[in-house]
C-alpha cells in the first residue's frame, strides 16, 4: 500500500488534530538505543516489587474463567471499597485504571466548547481528553512551591466551566493540595461543575494528611474522587481505577462505561490486592521510606525539588530538562522528562535509586 495515498475515513476535528500519545521509554528501549545493558525504568511511577502472590494466585485462578464474561458491574469489587471506604456501594464505580474512569468522566460531561480547567503543569491525560471531548483547556499555573493555586481555580470559574481536575499528590510535581482548598472550589464551582480530586497517590502521602473521600464526598456533592490500584497496590498493567462520589454523578458515570472495561483478571487481582492491605502498606511504607533518603539525598547535593507526596520526585530544572533525562537514560536510568520545565523520577528499590543517585551525582545540582 502505497503511503502517499489518502487515509480512509474522516476522524472527527478533535482526533485529526490531535498528537499520538507518547508514553515513557522502558528500559530495553533505552538498552537498544544507547547500546547498553542493565538499564532500570525510573519513569512511569510504577511500583517497583512484583505483586504479591495471593494477588498473581487470584488472577492465575481466574484465568480458567475466562471464556465466560465478567460481572459487568463489578459488583464485589465495588462493594469491597465500599466497606473499607465507609461508603454506600452506590457512591463507587469502577473502570479500566482511573485513566478509564477518568475518560468516562470526560465522555460524561465534556462536548465541544466546554471548558475543562485544571492547573498546569499536571496529568498529561487531562489535555489529551479535554481535546479528544472537543472542550476548551483553560489552565492556571501552578504556585512557586510547584503546589496548586486554588485561588486561580475559582478565579478562572466560568459558566462555561464544566469539569475541574486536580490532582494531589499532582504527577509531576508531587506536591499535596489540603482539602480545606479543594472545599473552598467545590463550594466555589457550584453543582454545574464537576471538580475532580485525582488521588492516584493518595497512598504515599502522609497517613495523618487529608483525606478526599472522608473530608468532601457526602459534603459537596459535586465532587468526584479517583483513585488507582496502578501505583501502591502495583498492579498498573491490571487496569483497575474507581471513583468515589454521590449516586446520581455515579449513575451518570456508570451510563458511558465500555461494557465489560473491567475484565475477570482485574476483578479477581482487585478483590485479592484489597484483602491484603497490611502486606501493601508495608510496601508502600518502604516506598516512602526510600523517598525520604532519596529527597534528603539530593537536598544535601544542593537540588531544589517540591516537597514530595507521591513515588516520585521532580527536579524542577527547565530547559535543561530532555537534556539531563537523555544524559541518565544514557546510563541506563530512564526518567521522564517534561521538556522545558522539569525531571520526573520514580522511587524504586533502594539499589535503583542508588544508581539513579550515582548517576544524578555527576550533574551539577539546580538550586532556586
Ligand atoms: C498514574 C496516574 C493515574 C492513573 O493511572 P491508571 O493506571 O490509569 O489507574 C491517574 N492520575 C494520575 C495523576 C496518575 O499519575
Redesign the pocket.
Known amino acids: 500500500m502505497s503511503t502517499t495515498e489518502r487515509t480512509p475515513g474522516r476522524p472527527r476535528a478533535a482526533v485529526a488534530d490531535l498528537p499520538a500519545y507518547r508514553p515513557g521509554r522502558d528500559a530495553q528501549q533505552a538498552e537498544a538505543e544507547h547500546g547498553i545493558t542493565d538499564a532500570i525504568k525510573l519513569a512511569s511511577?510504577e511500583n517497583p516489587e512484583p505483586p504479591l502472590a495471593a494477588v498473581v494466585e487470584a488472577i492465575a485462578a481466574a484465568a480458567t474463567g475466562v471464556n465466560r464474561y465478567a460481572d459487568h458491574r463489578a459488583t464485589p469489587v465495588r462493594e469491597a471499597l465500599a466497606a473499607r471506604l465507609g461508603v454506600d456501594a452506590a457512591c463507587i464505580t469502577v473502570g479500566?485504571?482511573?485513566?478509564?474512569?477518568?475518560h468516562q468522566i470526560f465522555s460524561t460531561y465534556v462536548a465541544d466548547g466546554d471548558e475543562v480547567l485544571f492547573p498546569w503543569r499536571?496529568?498529561e491525560?487531562y489535555p489529551i481528553y479535554t481535546r479528544l471531548a472537543a472542550g476548551r483547556q483553560v489552565d492556571v499555573a501552578l504556585t512557586a512551591d510547584l503546589g496548586v493555586d486554588v485561588d486561580a481555580l475559582i478565579g478562572a470559574l466560568t459558566p462555561a466551566t464544566k469539569v475541574v481536575v486536580v490532582?494531589t499528590p499532582?504527577?509531576p510535581t508531587g506536591v499535596v493540595c489540603p482539602t480545606a482548598d479543594l472545599a473552598r472550589l467545590a463550594a466555589a464551582a457550584g453543582d454545574d461543575t464537576i471538580v475532580v480530586v485525582?488521588e492516584?497517590?493518595r497512598e504515599f502521602a502522609p497517613a495523618d494528611g487529608d483525606d478526599a473521600v472522608r473530608d468532601l464526598v457526602g459534603i459537596h456533592h459535586n465532587v468526584v474522587v479517583?483513585r488507582?490500584?496502578?501505583?501502591a497496590q502495583g498492579l498498573?498493567g491490571l487496569?483497575?481505577?474507581y471513583a468515589i462520589g454521590h449516586p446520581g454523578v455515579i449513575a451518570d458515570i456508570d451510563k458511558v462505561a465500555v461494557p465489560f472495561a473491567v475484565n475477570a483478571l482485574a476483578q479477581a487481582g482487585a478483590l485479592a490486592a484489597l484483602d491484603n492491605a497490611a502486606a501493601i502498606n508495608e510496601r508502600v511504607a518502604r516506598i516512602v521510606a526510600e523517598r525520604t533518603r532519596v529527597v534528603d539525598t539530593l537536598r544535601a547535593a544542593g537540588w531544589w525539588l517540591p516537597e514530595p507526596a507521591?513515588n516520585f520526585v521532580y527536579l524542577p530544572v527547565g530547559d535543561a530538562a530532555a537534556d539531563l533525562a537523555l544524559a541518565l537514560e544514557r546510563v541506563g536510568v530512564v526518567v521522564r522528562p517534561f521538556a522545558g520545565d522539569g525531571v520526573r523520577i520514580t522511587i524504586g528499590t533502594e539499589a535503583e535509586n542508588d544508581r539513579m543517585l550515582t548517576a544524578l551525582a555527576s550533574h551539577p545540582a539546580v538550586g532556586r
Open positions: 511511577n479500566s485504571g482511573s485513566s478509564g474512569v477518568l499536571s496529568f491525560v490532582a499532582n504527577n485525582d492516584a497517590y479517583t488507582t490500584l496502578s501505583k498498573a487496569r483497575l481505577g507521591g
